[in-house]
């Protein structure tokens, strides 16, 4: 199994282990969804170089986050499945071209079997990806709402958990509540400072 960046706990992608049988179709019941493993930080570029493949189908999704850094908050894409991708082809016809693409290390197999993707699997992924330019992103922005309990990400309190009091939405900032030597104690943070408990996650 593999698991995405900012992916429910729960949830993980399930692989099932199978032999293909060598032969020379190309027909639709011979395509499956495969596991391929990139190099690190080379999905993008293992991508680009099968989809030039006839017969192959590539999907690829990435995730579009925010993070404060020194610069003020900004935003992030990187891989969902850090050096995995999803690749759809007659593995008998077409294993050897992908296999030695480039960026590719290998095709996720089990020993001797490989390891075949559901296809519902894949179609909930795409079903929750917009295309921008041809790229599937999920864009993970959770809203922070007043009652929201957050942990506080940067200063001399990261790493505390407070109570959203307000919601500064014109100054992209929020009120929190914090206890501090057993007193409560207000303060005022950019919305980048804090994350909610539950994010930034996907849910499949």
Not at 50 to 79: N, S
Not at 114 to 122: K, M, T
């Amino acid at each position: 199994m593999i698991t995405p960046n900012y992916v429910e706990s729960s949830k993980q992608i399930s692989i099932a282990p199978t032999h293909p049988r060598p032969g020379d179709s190309g027909s639709e019941d011979e395509m499956k969804w495969y596991c391929v493993q990139a190099g690190p930080k080379r999905e993008h570029i293992a991508a680009a170089n099968l989809q030039v493949e006839e017969g192959v189908e590539v999907f690829c999704p990435r995730i579009r986050y925010r993070k404060k850094t020194r610069r003020g908050v900004i935003w992030f894409v990187e891989a969902m499945f850090p050096m995995y991708l999803f690749a759809r082809f007659d593995y008998p016809r077409h294993h050897r071209f992908v296999r030695h693409a480039h960026g590719v290390s290998t095709i996720v197999h089990f020993g001797r079997e490989i390891g075949v993707v559901p296809d519902e699997v894949v179609e909930t992924l795409k079903e929750r990806c917009a295309a921008e330019n041809g790229i599937p992103i999920i864009q993970i922005d959770p809203p922070i709402n007043e009652g929201d309990v957050v942990k506080v990400e940067e200063g001399p309190f990261r790493g505390v958990e407070a109570l959203v009091t307000r919601v500064l939405s014109a100054k992209e900032r929020v009120r929190i509540l914090i206890e501090v030597m057993g007193r409560q104690v207000e303060l005022e943070l950019e919305t980048g400072a804090v994350v909610t408990k539950e994010s930034p996650r996907v849910y499949l």
